[in-house]
């Protein structure tokens, strides 16, 4: 703007006068104009310092508080769970197929809820052996399945949306012993 307004001639001519020229600005105003812009820019960059300063701290105190109430959703949905559970073992005199038929319930109820924040259990058991969704704790001699089948799972495994969250524990079935003689050159020539 000030660029326009040496350009331009003076506002306080007289129409039919003749505009003096522009003169040059002195040296010390060429200073002066310098020091504004450097104050300027000085003030804006202390404004952008502090604008940001502020972003740091506002992004900070948000992830603060998703840490401390980022599972709030979900330990809304375990309340009443916990509820039942407190229902039935403050049932007086309850027979034991009724107070297990009210967690089996209890159970179901829950593992339903859970599948809507998307967890969905590995099923193991006959299964592959998969290193990726299952982690091996015994491995066992078994003639009756083939080797590196699931036999048993010692925890169950799940996933969060698609990725491993815990894997099975499982127990695995290995080739069945040879026929005692422990010689595998003798065992091919029979």
Sequence with gaps: MKDKEKELPSERAVPGEEPEPAQAPEAGMAEGGAEDDAAELKTRLAYLAAEFDNFRKRV???REAQAAFGNERLLRAILPFLDNLERAL?????S???LLAGVR????QFQAELRKFGLERIEAEGQAFDPVLHEAIASVPWGGKPEGTVLAEA???YLLNGRLLRPAQVTVAAAPPDDGT???AADAGN
């Design 60 to 62: 900070a105190r948000e």
């Design 90 to 94: 403050g049932q007086p005199g309850s």
């Design 96 to 98: 034991k197929e009724t």
């Design 105 to 108: 319930m209890t159970y179901d």
């Design 155 to 157: 925890r169950k495994g």
């Design 182 to 184: 422990g010689d595998p």
